[in-house]
């Protein structure tokens, strides 16, 4: 049974009657050109844009919920660490904001922390991290309040290649550990093959194919072969 399910999604000057469920547990990476309407895909499913259609979580409509009450974490490629907090602080923020005890937000980061090897980044301000270490604090920051849907829009498109194939290691663990269902939009080929158990293809705002790695690399559908075709020869 899909977890996320999309029914006739359409924004203004974007998506157009998109329809697509995701599983619960999957990693799915959302491919397409710049402007085809990926990232606005995720903002609907965190609530964040206007749309038309339905979007359910679990067979629960999620219209009129809003995005704060969606239990979904959000990871961007800038991440916007607050700059006067350090690294505890910064992972504490929506905790804090709603209404956890002191206690429990400690042992919470503690763990968090220890999870992504960062614990001794634990009083670091944002301008004495690096990039790597700015996007496992991002990203500790998003799973802390324990999504069960994690939407990540490009996060290691600005890392060098060896800290972005480590930390896409540390997601695969976390997505097993914690049982997250993720979205990931990216451009890099290389880590949709490496991360996805599924690949959706959006060109103009509509999907143009869902299917296995497989499937897309080797049997891109007619509308997705110049596409596909273009970023392998980059």
């Known amino acids: 049974m899909s977890y996320i399910s999309l ?3 359409t924004t203004p000057y974007c998506l157009e009657n998109v329809n697509l469920n995701i599983e619960a547990g999957e990693i ?18 965190a609530g964040l844009t206007e749309y038309k259609g339905d979007v359910y979580f679990n067979q629960n409509n999620m219209n009129h919920i809003r995005t704060e009450r969606r239990n979904v974490g959000y990871l961007l490629q800038d991440i916007y660490l607050f700059p006067h907090l350090n690294t505890f602080d910064n992972i504490a923020f929506g905790l804090r904001a ?16 220890h ?3 960062i614990t001794h980044l634990k009083k670091r301000y944002p301008k004495d991290l690096s990039g790597g270490e700015k996007q496992r604090v991002g ?6 309040i324990e999504p069960k849907i994690l939407l990540l829009d490009e996060p290691l498109s600005s890392l060098d290649p060896s800290t972005a194939r480590s930390i896409r290691k540390e997601l ?3 997505q097993k550990r914690l049982n997250l269902t ?20 959006i060109t103009e705002g509509q999907i143009k194919q869902l299917g296995s790695v497989h499937d897309i690399f080797n049997l891109p559908a007619e509308e997705i072969r110049e596409f596909i075709s273009a970023a392998i020869s980059v």
Do not use: C, Q, W
């Not at 799915?28 to 609907?44: E, I, P, Q, R």
């Not at 709603?98 to 922390?113: A, R, V």
């Not at 993720?182 to 293809?201: M, N, W």
């Open 139 to 144: 990203l500790a920051r998003s799973i802390i």
């Open 172 to 174: 695969k663990v976390l």
């Open 28 to 45: 799915m990476a959302v491919l397409g050109f710049t402007g085809a309407g990926k990232s606005t895909l995720l903002n609907v499913i």
């Open 98 to 113: 709603g209404g956890y005890p002191d206690d429990e937000i400690k042992e919470k980061i503690d763990s968090i922390l």
């Open 7 to 9: 029914e006739n999604i």
């Open 182 to 201: 993720i979205l990931y939009v990216t451009h890099d080929f290389a880590e949709a093959k490496e991360l996805a158990d599924r690949i959706v293809v």
């Open 115 to 117: 999870l992504l090897n």
